[in-house]
């Protein structure tokens, strides 16, 4: 072979590369926007329960030789159902009721995949994913799930951002708080069952928040902060595939550690430039709550 | 206005306007949970009246207007806001919380934070058309929030957002105002702002219900109500901000 473009040549010469850039692609518009509403809600903690909870409805899946998607959505299911009780009748602190919720869901999926031969094999690839092994058919979900996230996210745009607010804004302008938060978590249900394929539930979260975040700091507006939080994630996709196959790093991995990257970069410029701008007007937070 | 003291205020309303009835209570209790902070409430407001809540921090007078404004369920007696249960009529009663903003990272224009007010009305789907933006610019102009409308909400002073958050409540045009503490923050141009933009409300016959630390406030009201974990006083300014009243609400007499 000639000597070829470093930039473009691992994914026109390698099919698996290609799959590759398109599900990252395809899970970091899901991620761009579910990410956007969980970040302007504050639900990032909910969203890392979820991503931890299927792990066990993964594990038995495989156990079982049924696919990983269908465990994820029967343990997606039950960790919705146990968030919401426990933020309604929980006299803990929600946080830590949740955070034992999904600890525990967690210790139940590497109970059951030790009972598997290839409990190493298995627990990493639902911890980390197997972007490289992405199939055409896994392709085809990731779209169904892009395009559920868009409709959930037209239909319940205005509410969901009355509730970045305030809960009493949302239920004061006529929408119900409770099924509006119901329909979120399932929002970020989809996105991480979607996800965990290729980035695995230990690194999805990295997804969900990181380009988003990046789009909050930046944006005046919630369309250029989900179109940021887009063209991040896109940007970190290829980036880290690219890193991945050079170097010889896991996919996920490499993906997710740009996006963080990506927002650290920007949370720092963004702090300069805050800083200055400070300077300029004196007595810009002379209210702080 | 209320069957519990001396005094009523039917009469002042009833000459200033020949409008109808928009608030009413009987034996209305309010709190959190089980807790009951005001008992035994009896309110009738008409179309253009002012009634103004007046009290320390915890005096009940953010839970009355919760109540009020279908957040929090009434735990004793009846409560109707036009004619239904509070909450119920999104397009036609407006609420302005005391702290309405959570979070500082809010990619949102004042502008954007302006036009929600109009949600009630536009629901899930509808598409903005120009009587809302005409409401929504409205809104901004008589709030005093045109210069800094299209900075984001996180760059405004704490004034600034009071401003537009009541801009927000304004922009839904609704029947009846539920405004907490709306000068919190505001100098004083802000508060005479704010005291215009209310007596203009009233003059179309809104109804609104105020809840404020500032006994000024209260002077040009229809009803003063005096709290202090209950009605320590009820009725016209003249008589309910007398300086026995006011030294059992706060425990001391300020100067008005």
């Known amino acids: 072979m000639l000597a070829g473009n470093p930039f473009v040549d691992p994914f026109t010469s390698n099919e698996f590369m290609r799959h590759a850039l398109v599900a990252s692609v395809l899970v970091a518009l899901v991620c761009a926007v579910a990410g956007t509403y969980v970040v302007l809600r504050g639900l990032s903690f909910v969203g890392d329960a979820l991503a931890h909870g299927v792990v066990p409805g993964i594990a038995t899946a495989l156990l079982f030789g049924v696919s990983g998607v269908v465990g994820a ?47 190493v094999g298995d627990i990493t690839r ?70 965990f394929q290729s980035v695995g539930t230990l690194l999805v979260l990295g997804m969900l928040i990181a380009p988003a975040a990046a789009g909050a700091l930046v944006a005046r507006r919630v369309s250029t902060m989900m179109l940021i939080a887009a063209l991040y994630g896109t940007a970190a996709s290829y980036l880290g595939l690219l890193a991945s196959y050079h170097y010889d790093i896991a996919a996920g991995g490499s993906i997710v550690f740009v996006a963080v990257m990506l927002f650290g970069v920007t949370a720092i410029i963004s702090a300069v430039v805050a800083h200055r701008h400070d300077d300029e007007v004196p007595h810009q937070h002379e209210h702080h709550r | 206005m209320t069957t519990k003291f001396p005094i009523s205020t039917n ?17 209305l209790a309010v709190g959190h949970g089980h807790h ?35 957040l929090l369920p009434a735990l004793a007696g009846s409560v109707s806001v036009l004619g239904s249960a509070p909450g119920s009529l999104p397009k036609r009663v407006a609420y302005l919380p005391q702290h309405p903003v959570s ?14 007010g109009r949600y009630a009305h536009l629901g899930l789907f509808r598409r903005e058309t120009a009587t809302d933006r005409a ?13 800094f409308a299209d900075r984001p909400l996180r760059e405004l002073s704490g004034g600034q957002q009071q401003r ?93």
Request: proline fraction near 2%; charged fraction near 15%.
């Open chain 1, 126 to 195: 639902i911890l980390f994913g197997e972007l490289l092994g992405v199939t055409t058919s896994d392709l085809g979900w990731l779209l169904v799930a892009l395009v559920i996230v868009a409709i959930i996210a037209t239909i319940a745009h205005r509410p969901f951002v009355l509730m970045s607010i305030d809960d009493g804004l949302a239920r004061t302008s006529g929408f119900s708080v409770p099924f509006f938060h119901s329909l979120m978590l399932v929002l970020v249900a989809i996105t991480v069952i979607a996800s």
């Open chain 2, 36 to 70: 009951t902070i005001i008992d035994d409430l009896h309110l009738q407001l008409m179309s253009g009246d002012l009634l103004t809540l007046i009290g320390t921090n915890g005096s009940g007078k953010s839970t009355l207007l919760k109540t009020l404004a279908g």
């Open chain 2, 164 to 256: 537009t958050h009541l801009a927000q409540v304004l922009s839904r045009q609704a029947e009846v105002l539920l405004l907490d503490e709306p000068t919190a923050g505001l100098d004083l141009s802000g508060k005479y702002a704010i005291a215009e933009i209310i007596a203009a409300e009233r003059a179309r016959g809104v109804t609104v219900v105020l809840a404020t630390h500032d006994l000024q406030d209260a002077e040009s009201a229809t009803a003063v109500m005096l709290l202090a974990q209950r009605v320590v006083a009820f009725g016209p300014p003249s008589v309910a901000l007398s300086d026995d009243n006011v030294r059992a609400c706060f425990g001391f007499t300020q100067p008005h």
């Open chain 1, 73 to 119: 959505v029967v343990s997606a299911a039950v960790m919705m159902t146990g968030v919401s009780v426990i933020t309604r009748k929980s006299r803990l602190s929600s946080d830590t009721a949740i955070g034992l919720f999904f600890v525990g869901m967690l210790a139940l999926g590497v109970i059951i995949t030790s009972r598997s031969r290839t409990f």
């Open chain 2, 103 to 116: 979070s500082h990272t809010l990619p949102l224009r004042a502008r954007d934070v302006v036009a929600m």
């Open chain 2, 135 to 147: 409401a929504v610019g409205d809104a901004i102009t008589r709030t005093g929030t045109s210069n």
């Open chain 2, 11 to 27: 009469t002042i309303a009833k000459t200033m306007h020949t409008a109808s009835c928009t608030i009413k209570s009987e034996s």
